[in-house]
């Protein structure tokens, strides 16, 4: 009788399957994401996917872009926070406005660099109105989520 074993991870699988366990939030995220972007892709004419693997890729494409930007917004944020003078909470107001912006616009060029024709999620406002789809309903699914309870 032969014992039945598990197959053993590879080594560089490992490090993901570590990463993953420790960052829950980051896998609902993409969860989201890909739930909206299958939406938009139903519901807007604009935003298109050939098929299903393509809009989960999207999905952690612009999960790993977002999370770019969030980070730059809080740091142009912090920026605007610490600015003293008049000159340089407008310099950080107009970065924040670049930031914004320029960041729907980087979004499309990556989607359009990864994978050409075969995903578009159409022109300046449907990307934006689903960026802030996206941003919304991760919001409300971490906070539907989120243990209101004290821990003691």
């Not at 993409?30 to 935003?47: G, K, S, T």
């Amino acid at each position: 009788m032969t014992a039945e074993r598990e197959p053993v991870a590879s080594a560089s699988a490992r490090p993901v399957r570590t990463w993953l366990r420790s960052r829950p939030a980051d896998v609902v995220d993409v969860f989201v994401y890909v739930v909206v972007l299958n939406l938009a892709i139903e519901y807007v004419p604009a935003v298109l996917s050939e098929s299903f693997t393509l809009s989960l890729l999207t999905a952690v494409l612009l999960k790993v872009a977002l999370e770019l930007v969030l980070r730059l917004k809080g740091r142009v944020l912090a920026l605007f926070h610490a600015a003293t003078s008049r000159r340089g909470k407008v310099a950080a107001g107009v970065a924040l406005w670049v930031v914004a912006a320029g960041s729907k616009l980087v979004v499309l060029a990556l989607v359009d660099l990864v994978f050409g024709d075969a995903v578009s999620l159409g022109g300046f406002l449907p990307v934006t109105l689903l960026v802030v789809a996206l941003l919304v309903s991760r919001a409300a699914v971490r906070r539907l989520l989120d243990d209101p309870r004290p821990s003691t």
